[in-house]
Structures are given as structure tokens and as C-alpha cells.
T-cell receptor
Framework: GIQVEQSPPDLILQEGANSTLRCNFSDSVNNLQWFHQNPWGQLINLFYIPSGTKQNGRLSATTVATERYSLLYISSSQTTDSGVYFCAVYSGAGSYQLTFGKGTKLSVIP | NAGVTQTPKFRVLKTGQSMTLLCAQDMNHEYMYWYRQDPGMGLRLIHYSVGEGTTAKGEVPDGYNVSRLKKQNFLLGLESAAPSQTSVYFC?????????????FGSGTRLTVV
């Protein structure tokens, strides 16, 4: 099946700093989603972005499908951005199932 | 709208006991999923359903059963719990992929099997 690798696995930022999280995938995809899991465990869908660029406030994401990667940008980070960020993909083959990466754990310190 | 609601939020079982986790969604989503999350493993799909009355196996289905008798509900059953099933369980729902919308997750059920 499709493989998803996220980097870095851990990231510590000072409040106000910017960051870039990366997601590489092993096959072409027609569905890619970014999620944030907050410290209380809740998973929130940030972006549905199989290709192109989207922005939502301080967060933006870009997927370059032809080169099999996606980037999540966090600008002016806040302590509430802490948590784990997951990338999940669906290749379009077979049944609709998202395959998740192992996540990037982000800690934003005041 | 409540979105996706999971009950219970926490549960402790003894080895060999059975239980059912309930997932309910009010977004009229056709698809529903059960995932488990273990440290260092990300989320892995247990079972999923593409519509009322249908279910299918995911990546890690052994030891679990599911039912989708109503469109809004998706039940996950453990017939004889084992310590290896200690995990956090998440339910999610979505439209079919051609509608190009993302998943919505419930808040999770933390299960401990002793």
C-alpha cells in the first residue's frame, strides 16, 4: 500500500516563530488531508488539499502531487498550535481509506 | 450540530470481557470509519462502512466486529477483549471521495484492557 512519511518527527518552537512540516508519499494521490491533534486528543481537519495551495489564517498548505509531497506552514506560532500534526492520503485505488503518517509533534513554548 | 459523537469516552475492561463502542454522526455522511491510535503507530483503520448495512475490513480488523444498521450509527464490538486492544479508538465520518470533503473525527474512546 501507499507509504506516508512525515518530517520532522518532533519540533520545538518559540512562540512567534514560523515552521514548515513535510509529508512525503510513495504513490500518486487524489486525496490528502492535514489534521491537528490537540493535547487533549481531539483530531481536527485542517485542510483537504490533494493539490495546490490553501490558506486558513496563520496556516497554509501546499501539495505538489507530481513530486509526491505536501507542506504545512505555520506562521507566528502560538502555544495553542501545540500538538501532533498528521498527514493522511488516499491513492484513489480500491476503497476509500485514508493512510496516516506517524505525525509531527509540535511544542510551542512561551 | 454535534458532528461525530463517541460513547463512552473511557472504559476499563478485564481480559475476556466484551463491549460495544458507539459512534453517531448527524452530518448525513455516507461513509464511517473506526481507527485505533497507539503510541508511535499513528492511526490505523480497523473497519469501515460505505453505507447503511455495509461494512468492510481495514488494516487491523482481527478481534473486532462492526455493524451499521442505521446510516447515522456505526458500532464497534470487542467480543473477548485482550490487553493488545488497549488503545485510543476514534470514529470518523465523511462524504464519498468524489465530493472532495475531509473527514470529521469524534473525540475518541480510551480503552484499557487489564
Amino acid at each position: 500500500g501507499i507509504q506516508v512519511e512525515q518530517s520532522p518527527p518532533d519540533l520545538i518552537l518559540q512562540e512567534g516563530a514560523n515552521s514548515t512540516l513535510r509529508c512525503n508519499f510513495s504513490d500518486s494521490v487524489n486525496n490528502l488531508q492535514w489534521f491537528h491533534q490537540n493535547p487533549w486528543g481531539q483530531l481536527i481537519n485542517l485542510f483537504y488539499i490533494p493539490s495546490g495551495t490553501k490558506q486558513n489564517g496563520r496556516l497554509s498548505a501546499t501539495t505538489v502531487a507530481t513530486e509526491r509531497y505536501s507542506l504545512l506552514y505555520i506562521s507566528s506560532s502560538q502555544t495553542t498550535d501545540s500538538g501532533v500534526y498528521f498527514c493522511a492520503v488516499y491513492s484513489g485505488a480500491g476503497s476509500y481509506q485514508l493512510t496516516f503518517g506517524k505525525g509531527t509533534k509540535l511544542s510551542v513554548i512561551p | 450540530n454535534a458532528g461525530v459523537t463517541q460513547t463512552p469516552k473511557f472504559r476499563v475492561l478485564k481480559t475476556g470481557q466484551s463491549m460495544t463502542l458507539l459512534c453517531a454522526q448527524d452530518m448525513n455522511h455516507e461513509y464511517m470509519y473506526w481507527y485505533r491510535q497507539d503510541p508511535g503507530m499513528g492511526l490505523r483503520l480497523i473497519h469501515y462502512s460505505v453505507g447503511e448495512g455495509t461494512t468492510a475490513k481495514g488494516e487491523v480488523p482481527d478481534g473486532y466486529n462492526v455493524s451499521r444498521l442505521k446510516k447515522q450509527n456505526f458500532l464497534l464490538g470487542l467480543e473477548s477483549a485482550a490487553p493488545s486492544q488497549t488503545s485510543v479508538y476514534f470514529c470518523a465520518s465523511s462524504y464519498p471521495p468524489q465530493k472532495r470533503y475531509g473527514y470529521t473525527f469524534g473525540s475518541g474512546t480510551r480503552l484499557t484492557v487489564v
